[in-house]
């Protein structure tokens, strides 16, 4: 009988060891096991923009030629047309504004390069003139134009309505076309003028009364 007790008891006290070992393991395994390491996210990766494309200057509006003849104060031939200029209107050429005004576009324009511009929509006048704005090196010729007495803005002309505003600033006296008065030296009769004779020869410089007795006969010492 104590011996059996004696196994039995030896059975449980392995199974009790048995056990618990196996509660030390877990608990170890438990505790010893550490988390898994997160990795840092990674650093961003800077991208330069792309450099824009060079943008081209804009290339200049107009034909450029050479004036190789001046018509009138508003006509001149530039790279073989006959170019009308828009937007002035000078005084007629056979009058003397006229002239001057053929006299002012020869000064600016012949022999000179200009530059044509274009006024969309707008191509040639009824007589077959190519409608131009003509640009100088001074600047806009119809500015310069209008200044003088012998040119004006031309209102009925199908240029830009803001150029013919600045035109119509430019302008300070419209137009004249004809010659300017001179005035006349005065013609008036001088009541008091008296007409006096010179002395003749024989007179020998003496009053007439001197030698008459004081008679005088008109002379201009009387």
């Not at 550490?34 to 804009?58: D, F, G, K, N």
């Not at 509006?61 to 004036?67: F, K, L, P, Q």
């Not at 200044?147 to 013919?164: C, E, G, I, P, Q």
Request: proline residues 7%; hydrophobic residues 35%; aromatic residues 6%.
């Amino acid at each position: 009988m104590r011996t059996a007790y004696k196994v039995w008891s030896g059975i449980a006290a392995g199974v009790f060891c048995l056990v618990a070992i196996g509660d030390l393991s877990n608990v170890s395994s438990t505790t010893t096991t550490a988390p898994a390491a997160v990795s840092a996210p990674a650093a961003p990766t800077y991208v330069a923009p792309a450099a824009a494309a060079p943008v081209a200057a804009p290339e200049p509006t107009g034909d450029t030629v050479t004036v190789t003849d001046v018509v009138d104060g508003e006509t001149v031939v530039a790279g073989g047309q006959r170019i009308r200029i828009l937007g002035i209107d000078a005084c007629d050429p056979s009058t003397y504004g006229g002239r001057q005004a053929t006299s002012t576009a020869e000064t600016y324009l012949e022999g000179q390069q200009v530059t044509l511009r274009t006024e969309p929509g707008v191509e040639q006048d009824r007589n077959g003139r190519l409608l131009r704005y003509v640009e100088t090196g001074a600047g806009d010729y119809g500015t310069l134009a209008v200044t003088y007495d012998h040119t004006r803005v031309d209102d009925a002309s199908r240029a830009d309505a803001s150029y013919l505003d600045e035109l119509r600033s430019a302008d300070p006296n419209g137009r004249t076309c004809s010659a300017p008065e001179t005035s006349s030296p005065s013609t008036s009769d001088d009541d008091d003028h008296v007409s006096v004779p010179l002395p003749r020869r024989g007179d020998n410089g003496l009053p007439d009364g001197a030698l008459t007795g004081g008679y005088c006969a008109k002379k201009w010492w009387c």
